[in-house]
């Protein structure tokens, strides 16, 4: 059998456009739908209709968990995995010095794209709330964890990315801030709102979904700058081999 050669040409400008096309119209529909779930509709006309604004209210809410968006924040946060694979699969090929941090970039993700879908680090809350008695910005308890380990990542990290060129610097700065400081900033704000005027109100919805927002674009353009190295590093595009 004769080996065959696929090459894949990618477009990063394009595929950020239409990501945080994507983004835009998730949040527009998950507030649309919370505003349904508060403030109701003039009526419902027939089973299809009520069907609909059920999908709406319910797997389009982007502070609920095990719906479409948990399934696409969990896809978002996949590809990154993917990409950084195929970059630590080639740092490892040319033997580069921080062929190990890429690697790990891709492991960490991947566990952010299961932790997503399996809502491990929600599950958090209850225990840290227990130890500290956490209340206004930090009801959300997993945060203060959370905290910890973004700090032990940017010490683990200080040295990779200083070594980057100064415009994939300010790529991966750009990108991962935004990321984090949605997960980590935004849930921060989200709890205490949530803390101020509980979780079933209007208010804490419009909050929650443009906090979770945060999160889509931050990933949407950490997508963009790996997309953005290969295509520098390899513009000739990824090249598989199958025999």
Request: charge should be neutral; glycine fraction near 8%.
């Amino acid at each position: 059998m004769t080996s065959q050669t696929t090459t894949i040409k990618i477009n990063p400008k394009r595929i950020l456009i239409g990501l945080l096309a994507m983004v835009a119209a998730i949040v527009a529909l998950s507030i649309y739908g919370q505003k349904i779930r508060f403030f109701g509709v003039a009526d419902i006309r027939g089973p299809w209709h009520e069907f609909l604004i059920d999908q709406l209210m319910q797997n389009f809410y982007l502070d609920a968990e095990g719906n479409i968006t948990t399934f696409i924040n969990a896809l978002l946060l996949f590809i990154p995995s993917l990409l950084l694979t195929a970059i630590g699969a080639w740092k490892v090929a040319v033997k580069d010095k921080f062929r190990f941090h890429w690697i790990g970039l891709a492991l960490i993700f991947l566990f952010l794209s299961i932790d997503e879908a399996a809502v491990i680090h929600e599950n958090m809350i209850k225990p840290m709330r227990a130890i500290v008695g956490a209340e206004g910005f930090f009801y959300f308890a997993w945060v203060i964890p959370g905290m910890v380990i973004v700090a032990a990542f940017g010490l683990v990290y200080l040295m990779f990315f200083l070594h980057l060129e100064n415009k994939f610097k300010l790529l991966f700065l750009l990108s991962l801030g935004i990321y984090i400081s949605g997960v980590i900033g935004g849930e921060m704000i989200s709890g205490y709102y949530a803390s101020m005027l509980g979780q079933k109100n209007f208010i804490y919805a419009v909050v929650a979904s443009l906090e979770e927002s945060i999160e889509y674009i931050g990933c949407s353009l950490i997508i963009y700058s790996l997309l953005k190295y290969i295509d520098h590093y390899l513009p000739e595009g990824i090249t598989f081999k199958t025999s």
